[in-house]
């Protein structure tokens, strides 16, 4: 199973609105609402912000938000803080019963 | 509240075996999957495999089939996670992580603290 493809780094601006692709293909993210992003900081273990392509787990702030069309997934961040500064990881479940991860992606917010 | 504790840091040798577990508490262990996850040191995150505690089925990501074997001990509410013939490409961190719910579709809320394993001759 080949990882899905995210852009290697995104950038913004603080206030600034960004968003994360994530491509997959029709065996995994075209065909499947199971789609997860997770953020990641340096030496800590990743951490569930969006969940079946676009539902936010309790805590997580409404400035995180996903959607999908076809077999890309998109992690949105608005108003982006210090804080966001981090690698974002996309994956999602497949017609083989298992899961893959993106390549990850790094947010540096300028 | 839901905790998962793993196993302290390992060194092993080129052809060894590692065995990492993977404690759970705060919650009941056989009604969530477990998962487990790598990642090598600046590299993405790689999904392994996962296990229903509540019967013991498994699944793995077919490029550890054959290396890893995953299996869980409902008395003790652990999971453990073993990777034979090991090589340097196998030296990351490894997390395993609960699931929302019993099923394979469902996300990964809660995370171990990582086990750093190297592999070195």
């Known amino acids: 199973q080949s990882a899905l493809t995210q852009p290697a780094s995104v950038s913004g601006s603080p206030g600034q609105s960004i968003t994360i692709s994530c491509i997959g293909t029709?065996?995994?993210?075209?065909?499947?609402?199971?789609v997860s992003w997770y953020q990641q900081h340096p030496g800590k273990a990743p951490k569930l912000i969006i969940y079946?392509?676009?539902k936010r787990p309790s805590g997580v702030s409404s400035r995180f938000s996903g959607s999908k069309s076809g077999n890309t997934a998109s992690l949105t961040i608005s108003g982006l803080q210090a804080e966001d500064e981090a690698d974002y990881y996309c994956s999602s479940y497949t017609s083989t019963s298992s899961w893959v991860f993106g390549g990850g992606s790094k947010l540096a917010v300028l | 509240q839901v905790q998962l504790v793993q196993s302290g840091a390992e060194v092993k040798k080129p052809g060894a075996s590692v065995k990492v577990s993977c404690k759970a508490s705060?919650?009941?262990?056989?009604?969530?999957?477990i998962h487990w996850v790598r990642q090598a040191p600046g590299q993405r995150l790689e999904w392994m495999g996962w296990i229903n505690p509540g019967n013991g089925n498994t699944k793995h990501s077919e490029k550890f089939q054959g290396r890893v074997t995953i299996i869980s001990d409902t008395s003790a509410s652990t999971a453990y996670m073993e990777l034979n013939s090991l090589r340097s490409e196998d030296t990351a961190v490894y997390y395993c992580?609960?699931?929302?719910?019993?099923?394979?579709?469902?996300?990964?809320?809660?995370w171990g603290q990582g086990t750093l394993v190297t592999v070195s001759s």
């Open positions: 705060g919650y009941s262990f056989t009604s969530y999957v």
């Open positions: 029709s065996s995994d993210v075209g065909n499947y609402n199971y």
């Open positions: 079946d392509v676009s």
């Open positions: 992580a609960r699931a929302t719910t019993i099923f394979g579709v469902a996300p990964l809320d809660n």
